[in-house]
């Protein structure tokens, strides 16, 4: 089963819900990984690249204001 269609409140639900939204705000959602969302919502100042991954080549840390840099969700705030 699709629960996400039956949700008329899922985000990308566009057809059901009245106040949907726009096409930036989809896009600027689906770009967020929640590297930023640590970033932003805790006092880390350093957070791994992939969060859920064990750091190694590829998974570096990265400092918050480098990845908040790239990530324009929270303008919608």
Do not use: S, W
Not at 19 to 24: G, I, Y
Not at 35 to 62: H, Q, R
């Amino acid at each position: 089963m699709n629960f996400k269609y039956g949700d008329r409140f899922f985000f990308e639900n566009r057809k059901q819900h009245p106040h949907r939204l726009t096409r930036p705000q989809l896009e600027a959602i689906r770009k967020t990984t929640l590297a930023a969302l640590l970033c932003y919502f805790t006092e880390t100042k350093v957070v791994p690249v992939f969060v859920m991954k064990v750091l190694g080549p590829g998974n570096y840390v990265e400092n918050c204001d480098e990845i908040l840099a790239g990530t324009n969700v929270f303008n919608y705030l």
